[in-house]
Protein backbone atom coordinates (compact mmCIF):
# COMPACT_ATOMS: atom_id res chain seq x y z
CA UNK A 1 0.00 0.00 0.00
CA UNK A 2 1.27 3.26 -0.76
CA UNK A 3 2.18 6.25 1.22
CA UNK A 4 -0.47 9.03 0.78
CA UNK A 5 1.77 11.72 1.58
CA UNK A 6 4.61 10.19 -0.80
CA UNK A 7 3.61 7.88 -2.49
CA UNK A 8 6.17 5.41 -0.70
CA UNK A 9 5.51 1.32 -1.22
CA UNK A 10 7.08 -0.55 1.43
CA UNK A 11 8.47 -3.47 0.15
CA UNK A 12 7.41 -6.92 1.87
CA UNK A 13 11.02 -8.00 2.41
CA UNK A 14 11.36 -4.57 4.66
CA UNK A 15 9.29 -6.31 7.66
CA UNK A 16 10.15 -10.01 7.13
CA UNK A 17 13.36 -8.80 7.54
CA UNK A 18 12.70 -6.66 10.53
CA UNK A 19 10.33 -9.84 12.51
CA UNK A 20 13.89 -11.46 12.03
CA UNK A 21 15.70 -8.99 13.65
CA UNK A 22 13.06 -8.63 16.38
CA UNK A 23 11.99 -12.62 17.25
CA UNK A 24 15.49 -14.58 15.96
CA UNK A 25 17.57 -11.64 16.29
CA UNK A 26 19.25 -12.93 13.02
CA UNK A 27 20.63 -9.41 12.46
CA UNK A 28 21.94 -6.66 14.38
CA UNK A 29 20.88 -3.87 12.14
CA UNK A 30 19.00 -3.21 8.25
CA UNK A 31 19.51 -0.35 6.64
CA UNK A 32 16.71 0.65 4.56
CA UNK A 33 16.51 2.72 0.97
CA UNK A 34 13.48 4.22 -0.50
CA UNK A 35 13.92 3.49 -4.47
CA UNK A 36 12.63 6.42 -5.93
CA UNK A 37 11.84 5.29 -9.36
CA UNK A 38 10.20 1.93 -7.80
CA UNK A 39 8.42 3.98 -5.39
CA UNK A 40 9.20 1.71 -2.46
CA UNK A 41 11.47 1.74 0.70
CA UNK A 42 13.74 -1.52 0.09
CA UNK A 43 16.29 -3.61 2.55
CA UNK A 44 19.72 -2.22 1.43
CA UNK A 45 21.97 -3.39 4.09
CA UNK A 46 21.44 -6.31 6.82
CA UNK A 47 24.11 -6.75 9.70
CA UNK A 48 25.18 -10.18 10.75
CA UNK A 49 24.31 -10.52 14.79
CA UNK A 50 27.97 -10.19 15.04
CA UNK A 51 28.55 -7.06 13.85
CA UNK A 52 28.93 -3.58 15.92
CA UNK A 53 27.70 -0.31 16.25
CA UNK A 54 30.78 1.05 14.07
CA UNK A 55 29.63 -1.32 11.48
CA UNK A 56 26.39 -0.09 11.69
CA UNK A 57 27.49 4.20 11.25
CA UNK A 58 29.66 3.12 8.32
CA UNK A 59 26.95 1.48 6.53
CA UNK A 60 25.31 4.72 6.64
CA UNK A 61 26.11 7.23 2.94
CA UNK A 62 27.73 10.28 4.34
CA UNK A 63 25.38 12.45 1.67
CA UNK A 64 22.26 10.20 1.29
CA UNK A 65 18.87 9.89 3.58
CA UNK A 66 18.45 6.55 4.63
CA UNK A 67 16.15 4.51 7.24
CA UNK A 68 17.73 2.21 9.49
CA UNK A 69 16.87 -0.43 12.43
CA UNK A 70 19.64 -0.92 15.01
CA UNK A 71 19.24 -3.78 18.02
CA UNK A 72 21.20 -2.07 20.51
CA UNK A 73 22.34 -4.30 23.47
CA UNK A 74 23.56 -2.48 26.91
CA UNK A 75 23.59 -3.30 30.33
CA UNK A 76 21.44 -1.92 33.36
CA UNK A 77 22.80 0.08 36.08
CA UNK A 78 21.99 -3.73 37.65
CA UNK A 79 24.18 -5.35 35.43
CA UNK A 80 21.01 -6.76 33.55
CA UNK A 81 21.68 -7.18 30.19
CA UNK A 82 18.75 -5.90 28.08
CA UNK A 83 18.47 -5.25 24.19
CA UNK A 84 16.09 -1.89 22.62
CA UNK A 85 14.96 -1.52 19.07
CA UNK A 86 15.98 1.91 17.45
CA UNK A 87 14.79 3.20 14.25
CA UNK A 88 17.06 5.97 13.31
CA UNK A 89 16.53 8.80 10.43
CA UNK A 90 19.50 9.67 9.17
CA UNK A 91 19.00 12.91 7.00
CA UNK A 92 22.63 14.16 7.17
CA UNK A 93 22.99 18.10 6.04
CA UNK A 94 24.99 17.42 2.71
CA UNK A 95 22.01 14.97 1.09
CA UNK A 96 19.89 16.82 -1.20
CA UNK A 97 16.78 18.77 -0.15
CA UNK A 98 14.61 16.51 -2.53
CA UNK A 99 15.93 13.02 -0.89
CA UNK A 100 14.99 14.90 2.76
CA UNK A 101 11.79 15.46 1.82
CA UNK A 102 11.07 12.22 0.91
CA UNK A 103 12.14 10.59 3.92
CA UNK A 104 11.01 13.15 5.61
CA UNK A 105 7.60 12.49 4.92
CA UNK A 106 7.65 8.83 4.20
CA UNK A 107 8.95 8.14 7.45
CA UNK A 108 5.89 8.08 9.95
CA UNK A 109 4.07 5.91 7.26
CA UNK A 110 7.13 3.17 7.17
CA UNK A 111 8.29 3.58 10.86
CA UNK A 112 4.01 2.12 11.62
CA UNK A 113 5.10 -0.87 9.53
CA UNK A 114 7.63 -2.03 11.53
CA UNK A 115 5.91 -3.61 14.42
CA UNK A 116 8.24 -3.18 17.64
CA UNK A 117 10.61 0.13 17.38
CA UNK A 118 11.22 1.04 21.09
CA UNK A 119 13.66 4.15 20.80
CA UNK A 120 13.54 6.62 17.71
CA UNK A 121 16.65 8.87 16.70
CA UNK A 122 16.34 11.35 14.02
CA UNK A 123 20.45 12.19 13.16
CA UNK A 124 21.32 15.05 10.51
CA UNK A 125 25.07 13.93 11.41
CA UNK A 126 27.38 11.38 13.18
CA UNK A 127 27.82 12.92 16.55
CA UNK A 128 23.54 13.07 16.44
CA UNK A 129 23.52 8.99 16.97
CA UNK A 130 26.62 8.53 19.01
CA UNK A 131 27.16 5.78 21.41
CA UNK A 132 26.56 7.65 24.23
CA UNK A 133 23.12 8.70 22.64
CA UNK A 134 21.68 5.55 22.26
CA UNK A 135 23.27 4.35 25.51
CA UNK A 136 21.04 7.35 27.38
CA UNK A 137 17.96 6.98 25.13
CA UNK A 138 18.41 3.32 25.75
CA UNK A 139 17.14 3.40 29.89
Given at each position: MANAA???AVHDDCKLKF???KTKRTHRFIVYKIEEKQKQVMVETLGEPVQTYEDFTASLPADECRYAVFDFDY?????????RIFFVAWSPDTARVRNKMIYASSKDRFKRELDGIQ???QATDPTEMGL????????
Amino acid sequence: MANAASGMAVHDDCKLKFMELKTKRTHRFIVYKIEEKQKQVMVETLGEPVQTYEDFTASLPADECRYAVFDFDYMTVDNVPKSRIFFVAWSPDTARVRNKMIYASSKDRFKRELDGIQVELQATDPTEMGLDVFKSRAN
